[in-house]
């Protein structure tokens, strides 16, 4: 009952971000699809982006349902709340419950190389998740923003796109349970056909108030968002879903793409489409501190998942922020601070024992752990997880790949 | 050599425009891809289009070199000025001298029912340039346009494009010359990147000024400028050209198409693309009078392909603007004005027999021919027409639409 309320809210705000009344000054927040930051050393303040996106919190009612209606246990980054709101998530659950259809839609906007852990976060939940729902999966490789944004040629957008999906296989996907394509292999009449519908009920001047975009940017950046909202409709998938636009999709993502959704959400409403459901992430800080996101652009804020266990050691010794004081003694004497210290958060999101969790935090804010120790604790959970993905990654072809992206029937029938 | 000047005028306008310093006051000629309008009673002042446009005049001696180089008369549209203007003709002869390819691009916004004659004159005079350079030839059929545009639903816009191909293939195209699609069911990744890249280098304010779309306008409408200027580039149909890009198009259109080639041009610079040349026409009048065009969402300003030849004569009698006087006895004192009768334009626009077109031009001046005898020789010529369509039009099935729309190979080879 919550979101409507909150989705006015933020439809208020957005008017008056519009008419230049709101003041901002308070908020140091910054988050977008293209800039996450905030003056805070904890990081963004997700309590304050929940009504100022007008969206729903997702709290210990909401998800203690969805154990019920599951019969699993949330997952570690769901009950420690890295996965913090969400839009309708209750819909899914009563579909859940009544057995009707829904499906998982993720993406990510290729970048070159190797994934980074942050990029991994939402994969991790979506691979979870889809044990729990057991429903299609899609996923989306933005290659087209990623050429229109940056300064590259199609081609390379295009092979950036395809190593990136080999990492994001090596998560553990199931070919006939996922379709992964890239926008500009994929594009398609039945898609295109929705990307039209969604141009037509969303003006230019809502882009600009929803995305920021300005006259100067090109065309193709305020024709993207439709691109991004298409895969929320079935019927942009028809070897899946055949012609069905009454099938909901879940999106496990981080909260800077929320405006995508926002945007298409009121779309398919006017489309009298399913409207897509979304299951928001916090971001997985950067090394030198929840300040920012890891980001693949600034290479030592993030470990990636091509790195050593000795350069993920290393990375974590020399960068990741520690909220530990500056001597040992002092340490002893005053505790660390959890909430800021990188090591511990990096914990908090990959860490599955609770228990141990909570003597960890217990044990460092009262100066029993040392920074080293929590850092070397780290090392090792992070380590273990970017190792299993290269073991994974080394069995994942191009061949692979293409039972992925082939027009290809799933399991399931609808 | 005059082209690139009078592009700069052009350009030099536009910028005045957007600076908000030109006035068009003396300017009452309104001419966009989707309006035209005059309020001189002899039509669009066409040389002072030249220059707000940019384009160059299609001049006798363009005309003897198109003559010299293609072995062919310019048919009676073309050397009586209903072609009037292009961009960058030239080129296309040279290449035409050279034995290198090119073809030739023409399309249409689907409307309902069936075409009027105004939308028949560029098909009509496509088939004459096909017949006289033997090239492939693409037909863009944009559903999309009419979707985004009017208050109508996708599969509306597809059969409108559907049965429109059908009065288009009964100009005489043959299949194994020419593509003919619908964006709709055509939309397909080589294309999509031909958009994208047109996307990305122009922006939001150049299509504003460009085309006068408005920050209230749909994200469609700032969107489909590059749909329609994707087919200028050959690599948008690989089942014909291949990958390659270096293979012009020549455009025939009405000159109120400019706008979007105007863009397409400067895109296809950025693109390393051959750039699209054109050839522009004239509007074929409204009944009523040379101040709009026909257009078919006014009904009775057309003539139908599927007006019945007793429909055709009683338009023209009732309808058809008339030069002359208001009695016989006065006609035959003062004559009457060819100029701005709509029945003397259409003779202009259809009439082949040039000596014949002269003799009526002077009896009609000198009164020596009544406005009702003029209404019968003109009901005669568009009957003739109109009913060559009808006849070849009985023969066009949707089996007929198929050969034309599926993904076929053209006689010519790339």
Not at 84 to 103: M, V
Request: hydrophobic residues 40%.
């Amino acid at each position: 009952m919550a979101a409507p309320v909150a989705e006015n809210v933020a439809a208020k705000i957005e008017e008056l971000k519009v008419n230049g009344v709101a003041t901002e000054e308070e908020d140091t927040d910054k988050v977008t699809p293209w800039e996450v930051t905030t003056t805070s050393a904890t990081g963004i303040d997700y309590d304050k982006l929940i009504v100022k996106f007008g969206c729903g919190k997702l709290d210990e009612e909401l998800i203690a349902r969805f154990e019920r209606v599951t019969g699993h246990k949330a997952c570690p980054m769901m009950r420690r709340g890295m996965f913090f709101a969400h839009r309708n998530l209750q819909e899914i659950l009563d579909r859940k419950e009544k057995g009707k259809p829904f499906y998982l839609y993720t993406g990510r906007g290729a970048s070159s190389g190797s994934l980074h852990l942050g990029h991994l976060v939402p994969f991790i939940f979506t691979k979870w998740l889809q044990e729990v729902f057991d429903v299609p999966l899609i996923i989306q490789m933005t290659d087209d923003e990623k050429f229109l944004w940056k300064d590259m040629k199609v081609d390379d957008a295009k092979k950036m796109a395809r190593e990136n999906m080999k990492d994001i296989i090596s998560v553990g996907f199931d070919p006939s349970k996922t379709f992964i394509f890239n926008d500009f292999d994929y594009m398609c009449p039945p898609f295109y056909e929705n990307v039209v519908k969604i141009w037509k009920v969303v003006n230019t001047n809502q882009g600009r108030s929803i995305f920021g975009f300005t006259p100067e940017d090109c065309m193709g950046k305020a024709a993207f968002p439709a691109i991004e909202g298409a895969p929320c409709f079935a019927s942009s998938f028809p070897h899946i879903f055949g012609k069905r636009n009454d099938i909901p999709c879940l999106i496990p993502c981080a909260i800077d793409q929320d405006p995508y959704f926002r945007m298409t959400r009121d779309a398919a409403h006017k489309l009298k489409a399913a409207k897509p459901c979304l299951i928001f992430s916090t971001f997985l800080p950067a090394l030198q501190g929840a300040q920012t996101k890891m980001s693949a652009s600034e290479p030592n804020t993030c470990i990636f998942l091509d790195d050593t266990p000795k350069q993920i050691k290393n990375k974590i010794n020399k960068y990741a922020f520690s909220g530990g004081q500056q001597t040992v003694e002092e340490h002893r004497a005053k505790g660390g601070n959890c909430d800021v210290d990188i090591s511990f958060q990096f914990l908090r999101f990959f860490l599955e024992d609770d228990q141990k969790l909570a003597e960890i935090r217990e044990k460092y804010t009262k100066g029993e752990i040392l920074s080293g120790e929590l850092k070397a604790m780290a090392t090792q959970e992070v380590q273990k997880i970017v190792g299993e993905m290269a073991e994974r990654r080394k069995s994942v072809t191009d061949e692979t790949v293409n039972e992925f992206t082939k027009i290809h029937d799933l399991v399931y029938k609808f």
